[in-house]
């Protein structure tokens, strides 16, 4: 999971980026980057840490131009503490290309041989993303003819990356002289969006982002989603174009996205993710009630702030008072994307306080949006217990977590996973709780797809169902041991 944001302006595009990347912040905090282009010369700022963190006043006015990219990083493969892992990664041939990614390639071993022994190209990270971009500038360089490049070469570019990649990528590509590209994997996994603002010339302006909130803050209007398997390019003119360049193309985005990941005032693939939340909550009530009495309830808590929604709803839905008894420092980052399970366990109780007077002697309904180590979950029903709680229960707006997720969620060992070979009631007792009651995974599909025509979504970390039809045991259990050592 990354943030990632293109602009083609009239003016210049940095402090746009900058802007937008503060609105995706949520989606990343290990590392940041901005390219601009000035004409054909690059202008590129990269740093570990957040946003606001990484880009001084003199970084920013090096970043000319009025065309751009950024990148929030929230790291999946590589190193979270090594700063050359940053995005964006720029080749300077064909022509200069600096890339940005969200998402996570599932066959890096065929795609690092085949640099090396058949393209000769170098990859200086162990990063997916360095050679997502050295497979689109072979594959460029394949479909150059003379000096000038067309878009008809570009989008036969991206046919043949779709023919050589594996696993789940939104891109946005900067190619010198010429423009800006976009394009996402066949099946859509991870999320883009494109928007439209007419300059005062006249001139319409794009942009391309992970969520649509980057859009209408920027003043932005929608276009839609670029759809799986398309590619788009925008010249320096301003024109717009796109084509499919997959064969099969299907529409199956990322159900954690809605449960976890992107902003609620976000809409993505046409879907409310503040409005799913909601019905993700509804659906959750309907299962508490046949589980337990809900007379053994006094009130109903969330874990701020992605559960808000759905612990409002399951509290309207079972007729019991909804009170916040946690206190959320909003100066801590997101526990479940920080990079190790000591430094999550650890911010914890930075992050989450809990006021005595809402718990004492009460039978809590605790609501969070998933678990996936309970790490954050055991601390939670440890401190709601201490602050004298006289039961807890807890509910999850997800299924259990019981697969590795490949396609961009740092969930790659099983054995992290604290619901992967253990039944309800064990869960239960691993975390402390009285009781848990977890969301049913066809609840949480027809929570997200209501009054939409989506048909699938990736539920593979809750069913082991991988749609992209190419992750096997082998593989998964090659992700495991390159983690562990």
Same mark, same amino acid.
């Given at each position: 999971?990354?943030?990632?944001?293109?602009?083609?302006?009239?003016?210049?595009?940095?402090?746009?980026?900058?802007?937008?990347? @503060?609105?995706?912040?949520?989606?990343?905090?290990?590392?940041?980057?901005?390219?601009?282009?000035?004409?054909?010369?690059?202008?590129?700022?990269?740093?570990?840490?957040?946003?606001?963190?990484?880009?001084?006043?003199?970084?920013?006015?090096?970043?000319?131009?009025?065309?751009?990219?950024?990148?929030?990083?929230?790291?999946?493969?590589?190193?979270?503490?090594?700063?050359?892992?940053?995005?964006?990664?720029?080749?300077?041939?064909?022509?200069?290309?600096?890339?940005?990614?969200?998402?996570?390639?599932?066959?890096?071993?065929? @795609?690092?041989?085949?640099?090396?022994?058949?393209?000769?190209?170098? #990859?200086?990270?162990?990063?997916?993303?360095?050679? @997502?971009?050295?497979?689109?500038?072979?594959?460029?360089?394949?479909?150059?003819?003379?000096?000038?490049?067309?878009?008809?070469?570009?989008?036969?570019?991206?046919?043949?990356?779709?023919?050589?990649?594996?696993?789940?990528?939104?891109?946005?590509?900067?190619?010198?002289?010429?423009?800006?590209?976009?394009?996402?994997?066949?099946?859509?996994?991870?999320? @883009?969006?494109?928007?439209?603002?007419?300059?005062?010339?006249?001139?319409?302006?794009?942009?391309?982002?992970?969520?649509?909130?980057?859009?209408?803050?920027?003043?932005?209007?929608?276009?839609?989603?670029?759809?799986?398997?398309?590619?788009?390019?925008?010249?320096?003119?301003?024109?717009?174009?796109?084509?499919?360049?997959?064969?099969?193309?299907?529409?199956?985005?990322?159900?954690?996205?809605?449960?976890?990941?992107?902003?609620?005032?976000?809409?993505?693939?046409?879907?409310?993710?503040?409005?799913?939340?909601?019905?993700?909550?509804?659906?959750?009530?309907?299962?508490?009630?046949?589980?337990?009495?809900?007379?053994?309830?006094?009130?109903?808590?969330?874990?701020?702030?992605?559960?808000?929604?759905?612990?409002?709803?399951?509290?309207?839905?079972?007729?019991?008072?909804?009170?916040?008894?946690?206190?959320?420092?909003?100066?801590?980052?997101?526990?479940?994307?920080?990079?190790?399970?000591?430094?999550?366990?650890?911010? #914890?109780?930075?992050?989450?306080?809990?006021?005595?007077?809402?718990?004492?002697?009460?039978?809590?309904? +605790?609501?969070?949006?998933?678990? #996936?180590?309970?790490?954050?979950?055991?601390?939670?029903?440890?401190?709601?217990?201490?602050?004298?709680?006289?039961?807890?229960?807890?509910?999850?707006?997800?299924?259990?977590?019981?697969?590795?997720?490949?396609?961009?969620?740092?969930?790659?060992?099983?054995?992290?996973? +604290?619901?992967?070979?253990?039944?309800?009631?064990?869960?239960?007792?691993?975390?402390?709780?009285?009781?848990?009651?977890?969301?049913?995974?066809?609840?949480?599909?027809?929570?997200?797809?209501?009054?939409?025509?989506?048909?699938?979504?990736?539920?593979?970390?809750?069913?082991?169902?991988?749609?992209?039809?190419?992750?096997?045991?082998?593989?998964?259990?090659?992700?495991?041991?390159?983690?562990?050592?």
């Amino acid at each position: 999971m990354c943030g990632i944001v293109g602009i083609v302006s009239t003016e210049p595009a940095n402090q746009q980026i900058y802007d937008s990347l @503060l609105l995706l912040q949520h989606r990343g905090q290990d590392s940041t980057g901005i390219a601009t282009a000035d004409g054909p010369i690059f202008h590129m700022t990269k740093a570990r840490g957040q946003v606001r963190e990484a880009f001084r006043t003199r970084d920013m006015r090096s970043l000319i131009g009025n065309m751009g990219l950024g990148h929030v990083r929230y790291a999946t493969k590589g190193a979270a503490e090594r700063e050359e892992e940053a995005q964006p990664f720029y080749v300077n041939a064909p022509y200069g290309i600096t890339l940005v990614h969200n998402g996570n390639l599932t066959n890096t071993r065929e @795609l690092s041989e085949d640099l090396f022994r058949i393209d000769r190209r170098h #990859v200086n990270s162990t990063s997916d993303t360095e050679m @997502l971009l050295n497979v689109l500038a072979t594959e460029l360089q394949g479909q150059i003819t003379g000096l000038d490049l067309d878009p008809d070469q570009v989008f036969t570019a991206v046919e043949q990356v779709h023919e050589r990649v594996e696993g789940s990528y939104a891109v946005i590509a900067l190619i010198a002289g010429y423009g800006l590209l976009a394009f996402r994997d066949p099946f859509g996994i991870r999320p @883009l969006i494109l928007g439209r603002r007419t300059a005062g010339n006249g001139r319409d302006e794009w942009i391309v982002a992970s969520e649509s909130l980057v859009l209408e803050s920027g003043g932005y209007e929608i276009v839609r989603d670029v759809h799986p398997g398309e590619a788009i390019f925008i010249g320096l003119d301003g024109q717009m174009i796109s084509r499919q360049c997959a064969k099969n193309p299907m529409l199956v985005p990322c159900s954690f996205e809605y449960v976890y990941l992107a902003r609620p005032d976000s809409i993505m693939n046409g879907i409310s993710v503040y409005e799913a939340r909601l019905r993700m909550g509804d659906r959750l009530a309907t299962t508490i009630e046949t589980h337990m009495d809900k007379g053994d309830i006094d009130v109903v808590m969330p874990i701020p702030d992605s559960s808000r929604p759905a612990a409002m709803q399951v509290a309207q839905k079972l007729g019991i008072e909804y009170r916040e008894g946690f206190y959320k420092n909003r100066y801590v980052g997101r526990t479940f994307i920080m990079p190790g399970q000591a430094e999550r366990k650890r911010s #914890v109780r930075q992050k989450l306080n809990a006021m005595g007077t809402e718990f004492k002697g009460k039978n809590i309904l +605790i609501v969070d949006d998933s678990i #996936v180590r309970g790490t954050t979950s055991k601390e939670i029903v440890e401190m709601a217990r201490a602050a004298g709680a006289n039961k807890v229960t807890f509910t999850s707006a997800a299924p259990p977590v019981r697969f590795p997720h490949v396609y961009g969620i740092n969930m790659p060992s099983r054995q992290e996973l +604290i619901a992967y070979n253990r039944k309800i009631p064990e869960i239960a007792s691993e975390l402390s709780a009285d009781h848990m009651i977890y969301q049913e995974v066809a609840d949480l599909q027809a929570a997200i797809t209501e009054g939409t025509s989506i048909e699938q979504l990736d539920l593979s970390c809750f069913t082991g169902d991988y749609v992209t039809g190419t992750v096997t045991e082998e593989y998964l259990g090659w992700v495991e041991r390159t983690q562990l050592s």
